[in-house]
């Protein structure tokens, strides 16, 4: 039998002529299976704000309000019930393109192709007259880039073995959070060159975010082109079955039963956690736009602070969390993170009392995004831990999905509580969010301890 593991190590370092030349601690990161999770980072990052956060921004833009761009935040859930369909991607294989490519390359590229089409979409179709229609499209977005996730982490945690994870969690991150620059501020600057009229806000001027959501679907050409060059990890083999009650089995049931197997009585805490380590900033995260807009920050400002600047500091941040991670701990870097992430949130409460002020924002998003990459490296290599490679794809599919899940349908509510609150108490609200996750990372932490001591 093939030990995966060693093999995983043995591909990681097959190329590292690449890497001798650089620093000792750079070294790891310009590996090839760093080098590809950059780029496939990119190609992962790149459609969540076009159906989240550039789109409400958008949906602001056209008029929407806050109630029903709130609502439409659900669909993000998309990613948070991806683990319903991830046995299928996990396990399946699609005719003739799986043996071409391979299982999880053949899924990347079908999801990458649905990206695709939702974003065309998405450009010819405006918001002021088909909403509807517009939310069809976005759907079919969040699907496709779903399913690229859940084809994807199976790619990455089958390129390299568990104690190099964090180093691709970054490189990951890294390319997510360009793509998020590219799709937040360059989308912004594209929908201002290409307007009809000086006006960019008119209602009736959508010309500028056809041209920009068409260059967002070219962009999504770098993973296709990344995949198309890449080669399939060594993912494990799949037991074939001639019932269908066999193979239903060991295809939906077994990657969670196996989950429960191994972690028995600390899985429902462990999940517990991953619910709602990240839900002060997800739940915040929907309102930031119409919060910057409402403020009176001008296209301009919004793009170069906090879709620039703001990324560089989460890539900044997320370095720091891989890199502290692998010397300390992912744990350790996990309670950190979860108390920087929840405390930054009340400056945005002080932001929004003290006013329109550029040097303030540049504070507070400085704060708030290194913060936030922290905490995203150190989970996503938490995460990583959590899975059998055996069932990659659909084990982190379950855990991510449980990661989106509570905190996305509260989201769905915040425009309605922005409107009656503010957003002063808000942002409050959302930082106390984070206090019961606090309590949950030391339980976790504890019970961890007490298993490898029975071990």
Not at 311 to 327: D, K, N, W
Request: proline share 3%.
């Amino acid at each position: 039998m093939v030990d995966n593991r060693g093999m995983r190590k043995f591909n990681f370092f097959l190329y590292t002529d690449i890497a001798k030349s650089a620093p000792a601690w750079a070294q790891i990161y310009l590996t090839p299976p760093s080098l590809r999770m950059l780029a496939l980072g990119f190609s992962a990052g790149l459609p969540l704000l076009l159906v989240l956060g550039t789109l409400s921004f958008r949906l602001r833009e056209a008029g929407i309000d806050l109630a029903t761009i709130g609502f439409l935040s659900w669909i993000g859930l998309a990613y948070g019930v991806k683990w319903m369909w991830a046995p299928l991607v996990d396990r399946l294989t699609i005719p003739y393109l799986s043996a071409l490519l391979g299982r999880r390359r053949a899924w990347l590229l079908v999801a990458q192709a649905l990206i695709i089409l939702g974003l065309i979409g998405m450009a010819i179709t405006k918001p002021q007259t088909d909403l509807y229609q517009m939310v069809l499209f976005s759907l079919l977005v969040a699907f496709g880039s779903a399913t690229q996730d859940i084809a994807l982490d199976a790619f990455r945690i089958e390129s390299a073995a568990i104690e190099f994870q964090a180093a691709l969690a970054a490189c990951y991150q890294t390319g997510y959070r360009l793509a998020m620059i590219w799709s937040g501020a360059g989308v912004l600057w594209i929908a201002s060159l290409y307007s009809d009229t000086p006006d960019s806000s008119s209602l009736q001027n959508d010309s500028g975010w056809t041209c920009a959501y068409l260059w967002m679907a070219v962009s999504m050409l770098i993973g296709v082109l990344t995949v198309a060059f890449s080669n399939e990890p060594n993912a494990a083999p799949i037991e074939k079955s001639p019932h269908f009650k066999a193979w239903l089995y060991s295809t939906v049931i077994e990657p969670f039963s196996d989950f429960y197997k191994r972690y028995r009585w600390r899985a429902l805490t462990i999940l517990a956690l991953i619910a709602t380590y990240r839900i002060s900033d997800i739940v915040m995260g929907i309102m930031a736009n119409p919060f910057y807009v409402d403020m009176g920050y001008t296209k301009t400002e919004i793009a170069t602070v906090t879709k620039v600047y703001g990324v560089i500091m989460t890539l900044v941040g997320a370095f720091i969390g891989g890199s502290l991670s692998i010397r300390f701990g992912v744990m350790r870097i996990l309670i950190w993170g979860a108390c920087l992430s929840a405390a930054s949130n009340l400056l945005f409460s002080w932001l929004s009392i003290h006013g329109h002020d550029v040097r303030a924002l540049i504070g507070v998003i400085s704060a708030d995004n290194l913060s936030s990459g922290i905490a995203s490296a150190a989970f996503i290599a938490y995460l990583s831990s959590l899975t059998n490679v055996k069932y990659s794809a659909t084990q982190y599919a379950m855990l991510s999905s449980v990661m989106l899940l509570l905190p996305k349908f509260l989201a769905g509510f915040s425009g309605i509580f922005v409107n009656h609150f503010g957003f002063s108490y808000f942002f409050i609200a959302t930082a106390l969010l984070g206090c019961p996750v606090l309590l949950l990372l030391l339980l976790v932490d504890r019970q961890t301890r007490i298993a490898n001591l029975v071990n």
